[in-house]
T-cell receptor, first 115, second 114 residues
Framework: DTAVSQTPKYLVTQMGNDKSIKCEQNLGHDTMYWYKQDSKKFLKIMFSYNNKELIINETVPNRFSPKSPDKAHLNLHINSLELGDSAVYFC??????????????FGNGTRLTVT | KQEVTQIPAALSVPEGENLVLNCSFTDSAIYNLQWFRQDPGKGLTSLLLIQSSQREQTSGRLNASLDKSSGRSTLYIAASQPGDSATYLCAVKGSGGGADGLTFGKGTHLIIQP
């Protein structure tokens, strides 16, 4: 009955590969997000997405792309992986688009290691 | 550009003590401020959300205050327990700061000694 679930929990891959991380939320939330937490534990927004609008943080390379087959899913695709992509990636969701005071619900994270 | 700073970066106290975690932000034009808890290998759990018009929020042994004009928030934990050991993150939601306007601090790593 996990609210926001991500798979896989761990992902080890080589430079240059293409990989995907899946995220699903069963909370009925309208908006989903991807965050990156680097080795210094700094958490930064990558994308926010609802059924109408994708907002991309300007610092995110275009090798990263979110894909949403439906409102409950937001998957993260990464092309041509680089060493600097190693981090923990968190998926999150919030209840309603445009509602400012919506607490975020996070998944448990995917630890990506690029060798 | 919004910047969020948390002090101290790490804190270790004996069980039973009351403690205060600090968060400061540079741009006072915020909608709200949230405190999260992160356990090792886990995601973030939202603890408290304070709207910009509010001064404080309470949940059990936790009390968060907000002074928007001075750009400060504190998280007060009463009668600390070993289960409170975790990293506590502060985040502000403003008009800028990224795809959802949420800017995080680097967190305070808290250890409660039994």
């Amino acid at each position: 009955d996990t609210a926001v679930s991500q798979t896989p929990k761990y992902l080890v891959t080589q430079m240059g590969n293409d990989k995907s991380i899946k995220c699903e939320q069963n909370l009925g939330h309208d908006t989903m997000y991807w965050y990156k937490q680097d080795s210094k534990k700094f958490l930064k927004i990558m994308f926010s997405y609802n059924n109408k609008e994708l907002i991309i943080n300007e610092t995110v390379p275009n090798r990263f792309s979110p894909k949403s087959p439906d409102k409950a899913h937001l998957n993260l695709h990464i092309n041509s992986l680089e060493l600097g992509d190693s981090a923990v990636y968190f998926c999150a969701s919030s209840p309603r688009t445009g509602v400012v005071h919506s607490p975020l619900h996070f998944g448990n994270g995917t630890r990506l290691t690029v060798t | 550009k919004q910047e969020v700073t948390q002090i101290p970066a790490a804190l270790s106290v004996p069980e039973g003590e009351n403690l205060v975690l600090n968060c400061s932000f540079t741009d006072s034009a915020i909608y709200n401020l949230q405190w999260f808890r992160q356990d090792p290998g886990k995601g973030l759990t939202s603890l408290l959300l304070i709207q910009s018009s509010q001064r404080e929020q309470t949940s059990g042994r936790l009390n968060a205050s907000l002074d928007k004009s001075s750009g400060r928030s504190t998280l007060y934990i009463a009668a600390s327990q070993p289960g409170d050991s975790a990293t506590y993150l502060c985040a502000v939601k403003g008009s800028g700061g990224g795809a959802d306007g949420l800017t995080f601090g680097k967190g305070t790593h808290l250890i409660i000694q039994p």
